[in-house]
């Protein structure tokens, strides 16, 4: 189970062609629709035929990569933390949010209580010596380093104040 943090769906406004990297889907020409976007992209050429997207983080990959139709938030990239099977149910707890084992983790609640969560959860957190990695047959579940719980409470409190900035709601899932 891994679980994402990050605001509320809201429908897009536009539509970007990337390569999926940040920088070249800042940098992209926002589009109307959805099918403009596709349009657009298949007029850039096959991967192997064209040239790096403007921005591009991996110039030697793009070309070689397939463009993606990425859909456009209304309020900008929002935050996002996410974090495996352990490590959410350490987050969801700390945040009194428990999550049964082996049930899926998910919700969505008003970023002024979810801060107060986190506020409180960063008061409370006992200092995190960390976890190591374990190993069940072909199954692994994710260790985490001293100091993961505070770090990752801190990107918790950025995601809601800027949900909170946006009249948005966080979500995980």
Same mark, same amino acid.
């Not at 192997?48 to 859909?71: F, K, N, Q, W, Y």
């Given at each position: 189970?891994?679980?994402?943090?990050?605001?509320?769906?809201?429908?897009?406004?536009?539509?970007?062609?990337?390569?999926?990297?940040?920088?070249?889907?800042?940098? !992209?020409? &926002?589009?109307?629709?959805?099918?403009a $976007?596709?349009r657009?992209?298949?007029?850039?050429?096959?991967?192997?035929?064209?040239? &790096?997207?403007?921005?591009?983080?991996?110039? %030697?990959?793009?070309?070689?990569?397939?463009?993606?139709?990425?859909? /456009?938030?209304?309020?900008? &990239?929002?935050? %996002?933390?996410? !974090?495996?099977?352990?490590?959410?149910?350490?987050?969801?707890?700390? /945040?009194?949010?428990?999550?049964?084992?082996?049930?899926?983790?998910?919700?969505?609640?008003? $970023?002024?209580?979810?801060?107060g969560?986190?506020?409180?959860?960063?008061?409370?957190?006992?200092?995190?010596?960390?976890?190591?990695?374990?190993?069940?047959?072909?199954?692994?579940?994710?260790?985490?380093?001293?100091?993961?719980?505070?770090?990752?409470? /801190?990107?918790?409190? %950025?995601? $809601?104040?800027?949900?909170?900035?946006?009249?948005?709601?966080?979500?995980?899932?």
């Amino acid at each position: 189970m891994s679980v994402l943090f990050t605001a509320e769906h809201r429908q897009a406004v536009a539509y970007a062609v990337t390569c999926g990297c940040a920088p070249a889907t800042d940098q !992209a020409t &926002p589009l109307g629709s959805y099918d403009a $976007a596709v349009r657009a992209a298949l007029a850039a050429g096959a991967a192997g035929t064209r040239g &790096p997207l403007p921005g591009c983080v991996l110039p %030697d990959i793009c070309p070689h990569s397939p463009l993606l139709v990425e859909p /456009l938030d209304p309020d900008g &990239p929002a935050p %996002d933390v996410e !974090a495996n099977g352990a490590n959410t149910r350490l987050l969801l707890a700390a /945040l009194g949010l428990d999550s049964q084992e082996g049930q899926d983790a998910w919700g969505q609640m008003a $970023a002024d209580l979810f801060l107060g969560r986190v506020l409180i959860a960063l008061a409370l957190a006992p200092e995190d010596p960390g976890a190591p990695w374990t190993q069940s047959g072909r199954h692994y579940d994710g260790g985490r380093s001293a100091g993961y719980l505070h770090r990752r409470l /801190l990107d918790l409190h %950025d995601l $809601a104040q800027w949900c909170a900035a946006h009249g948005r709601e966080v979500a995980w899932a």
